[in-house]
T-cell receptor
Framework: NAGVTQTPKFQVLKTGQSMTLQCAQD?????MYWYRQDPGMGLRLIYY???????DKGEVPNGYNVSRLNKREFSLRLESAAPSQTSVYFC??????????????FGDGTRLSIL | DAKTTQPPSMDCAEGRAANLPCNHS???????VYWYRQIHSQGPQYIIH???NNETNEMASLIITEDRKSSTLILPHATLRDTAVYYC????????????FGKGTKLSVKP
């Protein structure tokens, strides 16, 4: 029972490099999310996909792009990494994008350091 | 979304019940109470949620006061693996996406 799987678990980049964080869920959920977690800031929503084929900006979308590849997979891309994007990134999924009896389930995160 | 207040830390003896309080005095009628926990270096783990009634699942029980201004998460038989930061979150049922974690309660289960 894998739930939400994120790859890679750790990554170190140099400023200006690009990379894609991968996320896959096996719960047949419709909605998927990308968050970042910084010390003292809690979780902040970057982008979400309410259903396959749709994506919307969250609280902190600048510097990121997303792709909902299919119902299972939702990727997050950093086109030109900056030190301010050093963070722990979490992917989550749920049945629907609203909070009416719809808990989100999280992966174990990608720890990204940008030098 | 309503703001929540939780004690910064609590201790519990292994095998005893852990009762984690949360105040949400400004909660409105369509806002749910959700509980998550985060064990060091892992992703947030969903525990339980409720709207008005008390709820129980295989992990925990959630007791919501009649006026809904506070709630208590109960872990009936705490184990060392329950040591984590526990977050009480109040969120509108109609809102999309965003999940705002406060500072939470650091629960330490001791042998």
């Amino acid at each position: 029972n894998a739930g939400v799987t994120q790859t890679p678990k750790f990554q170190v980049l140099k400023t200006g490099q690009s990379m894609t964080l991968q996320c896959a869920q096996d719960m047949n959920h419709n909605s998927m999310y990308w968050y970042r977690q910084d010390p003292g800031m809690g979780l902040r929503l970057i982008y979400y996909s309410a259903s396959e084929g749709t994506t919307d900006k969250g609280e902190v979308p600048n510097g990121y792009n997303v792709s909902r590849l299919n119902k299972r997979e939702f990727s997050l891309r950093l086109e030109s990494a900056a030190p301010s994007q050093t963070s722990v990134y979490f992917c989550a999924s749920s049945w629907a994008p609203d909070w009416s009896n719809q808990p989100q389930h999280f992966g174990d995160g990608t720890r990204l350091s940008i030098l | 979304d309503a703001k929540t207040t939780q004690p910064p830390s609590m201790d519990c003896a292994e095998g005893r019940a852990a009762n984690l309080p949360c105040n949400h005095s400004t909660i409105s009628g369509n806002e749910y109470v959700y509980w998550y926990r985060q064990i060091h270096s892992q992703g947030p783990q969903y525990i339980i949620h409720g709207l008005k009634n008390n709820e129980t699942n295989e992990m925990a029980s959630l007791i919501i006061t009649e006026d809904r201004k506070s709630s208590t998460l109960i872990l009936p038989h705490a184990t060392l693996r329950d040591t984590a930061v526990y977050y009480c979150i109040v969120v509108s049922g109609g809102s999309q996406g965003n999940l705002i974690f406060g500072k939470g309660t650091k629960l330490s289960v001791k042998p």
